[in-house]
Structures are given as C-alpha cells and as structure tokens.
C-alpha cells in the first residue's frame, strides 16, 4: 500500500540513550516532515525537508538531528534522550503544502 | 502570537445529530486552512484545505466553511464511524512549509 511507514511502532528508552526513528515515504513526494504530539497540544513541528538534500529547523528542534537519507527516507535521531522527549512521533509527507500531508502511523516513545 | 484555537475540546452527539466544530484563528496572512481527521492510534488524514473566506468544502456528511476568523466543521447526521478527533491547522505568514495546529476536538457519536 502506498503511503508513510514509520519504525517502529513503541519504544521504550532510558535517559540519556540514542535511538533513531525511521520514516519512509513511496509517494515520491518531494517534502518530508517531523512532527511530535503531545495531549492537549496541538502537533509541533520538528524538522522538515523541503526537497532532497535540504533539512530546516521546526518549532520544537532542540534534542533532536535529522537526516534525509534520499528522496524516499528522512530520519529523527535522539542523541541523549531525556523524559521531555516523550511523546508520539509523526512522519509526514507531501507534493504541495495546500494538498494536505500524508501520516505515517506514529512512533510512540517513553523515556524512563 | 499566531495561535489556532478549536472548540469545543470534546463533542458527545447522538447518531443522526447535527451539530458544528470551530476552530478560530489568529495570524497575520492566512495563506491556507487545513482539516484532518484523527483516529486513535494512528497518524491524521487530511480533509479538505480552504483559502479565502467564504469558501466552502464537502465531503460525505462534512463541510467545512471559512470566515476572516474562523473556520467550522458541520456534521450533517452523523454516523458512529465519524466518530475521531478532528484537527485544524493554519498556514500562515511567509512559510511555505509550517503549519500552526489546534489541540483538536474529539468528537464521540454514540449509536
């Protein structure tokens, strides 16, 4: 099926551990994006790509690198993760903006 | 500050009850309106998009309305499978890229 997949699915990490989110896209779309959610917020942008070779800081960017591998795949890592850090991750993925993005199914991460 | 606000947090409708979604904005520039549709344990799917006031949009029972300030969802006789958490977003500004979100309204419709 065509669309965003994410890996994975839960995570559990301790404090100060790495781990790197994965997200690929089949679409060909040319923009990529990092999204966190967190309850009673609304979704906070992390980095986004807007073509292959090109990453740009969110809102939300501190904690976080990202790496758009080619026009198919864009990764979140976590260095040092830190309880702030918990929260469920969204990839997305789009042509245009004004065409609405397309989700991956989330990551959800806890950071003990 | 750009800021997105949706109300109400929550919505309990009986199936067959119409009722509304608002979702008020405050930017400078709005370039786009944005409805997704959440549902729990998985990533939004997007809805329509609007651009100027006035413009309206459907879908199925839903229709999404834009003024200067605010943007509705109308549900027309609804149905227990468009129960979700709905969500409003706001491109607005210089970015071609950035979206300002609402925290949603979760919508329940009990059969």
């Known amino acids: 099926n065509a669309g965003v997949t994410q890996t994975p699915k839960f995570q559990v990490l301790k404090t100060g551990q790495s781990m790197t989110l994965q997200c690929a896209q089949d679409?060909?779309?040319?923009?990529m994006y990092w999204y966190r959610q967190d309850p009673g917020m609304g979704l906070r942008l992390i980095y986004y790509?807007?073509?292959?070779?090109?990453?740009d800081k969110g809102e939300v960017p501190n904690g976080y690198n990202v790496s758009r591998l080619n026009k198919r795949e864009f990764s979140l890592r976590l260095e040092s993760a830190a309880p702030s850090q918990t929260s469920v991750y969204f990839c997305a993925s789009s042509w245009q903006l004004v065409y609405g993005y397309t989700f991956g199914s989330g990551t959800r991460l806890t950071v003990v | 500050e750009d800021q997105v606000t949706q109300s109400p947090e929550a919505l309990r409708l009986q199936e067959g009850e119409s009722s509304s979604l608002n979702c008020s904005y405050t930017?400078?520039?709005?370039?786009?309106l944005f409805w997704y549709r959440q549902d729990p344990g998985k990533g939004p799917e997007f809805l329509f998009t609007?651009?100027?006031?006035?413009e309206e949009k459907e879908k199925e029972r839903l229709k999404a309305t834009l003024t200067k300030k605010e943007s509705f969802l109308h549900i027309t006789a609804p149905k227990p499978e468009d129960s979700a958490t709905y969500l409003c977003?706001?491109?607005?500004?210089?970015?071609?890229?950035?979206?300002?979100w609402g925290a949603g309204t979760k919508l329940i419709i009990k059969p």
């Open positions: 679409m060909n779309h040319n923009s």
């Open positions: 609007l651009y100027s006031a006035g």
């Open positions: 930017v400078s520039g709005l370039r786009g």
């Open positions: 790509s807007a073509s292959e070779g090109t990453t």
């Open positions: 977003a706001v491109q607005a500004g210089e970015s071609n890229y950035q979206l300002i």
